[in-house]
C-alpha cells in the first residue's frame, strides 16, 4: 500500500555580499508539477538591478540568479517582503551573508511574509525560528504525531522489558 508523506519544500531566498555593495541574489522557488508557486520576493528599494537574472529551471524547482548593487551603506533595518505567501502552504528560509562575515537568516511563513533585517542577528533568535518551523511542521501532520507516539511506546515497551529482567 503506497504511503504519502508531507512535502518540506521552503522556497529559498539567499542574498550574499560579494563585493561592497554588490550582491548576488539566488531565489529557488518549489514547482508543483509544472508550474512554479506565486511568490515573488520584494528587496529592500536600495537594492537596484545590474544586467538579465537568468533562470534554471531543474526537476521540483526554478533558480533564479541576479546581481545588485546596493544604493546605500547598509541593508540593515530594510524590509524583505515575500509577496503571495499569504496564498501559498510553503515557507520561505532568508539567508543574507554580508563580506564582512555577517550572517542572518530566518524563516518567512504564510502568516508573517516579511522581516527586518537586523544589525546583527541573535543566536538565540536562528535556532528559535528553526525549533518553530520544525515543531510547527510536526504539529500540522498527523503522520508525525503517529510517528513521535510510536517512539513513545517503543521507549515504553523497553523501559518494561528492562525492569522485568
Not at 518549489?30 to 545590474?50: C, E, F
Not at 525560528?129 to 510510536?150: C, K, N, P
Amino acid at each position: 500500500m503506497p504511503a504519502h508523506a508531507d512535502e518540506i519544500r521552503p522556497a529559498l531566498l539567499d542574498i550574499k555580499e560579494q563585493n561592497t555593495g554588490l550582491f548576488s541574489v539566488t531565489w529557488k522557488v518549489p514547482m508543483r508539477g509544472d508550474r512554479v508557486l506565486a511568490i515573488t520576493p520584494v528587496l529592500p528599494g536600495s537594492l537596484k538591478l545590474l544586467g538579465t537574472p537568468t533562470v534554471q529551471i531543474t526537476p521540483g524547482v526554478q533558480i533564479q540568479t541576479t546581481s545588485y548593487k546596493n544604493n546605500t551603506t547598509s541593508l540593515t533595518g530594510q524590509r524583505i517582503v515575500i509577496d503571495g505567501l499569504p496564498a501559498v502552504q510553503t515557507d520561505v528560509l532568508l539567508l543574507i551573508q554580508m563580506q564582512n562575515g555577517t550572517q542572518y537568516s530566518s524563516i518567512l511563513r504564510p502568516g508573517s511574509p516579511e522581516d527586518i533585517i537586523p544589525k546583527q542577528a541573535s543566536k538565540l533568535q536562528v535556532a528559535s525560528d528553526y525549533w518553530r518551523l520544525g515543531t510547527i511542521h510536526i504539529l500540522e501532520g498527523v503522520d508525525h504525531l503517529s510517528f513521535v507516539f510510536a517512539l513513545l511506546l517503543i521507549v515504553i515497551g523497553l523501559r518494561r522489558s528492562t525492569q522485568i529482567l
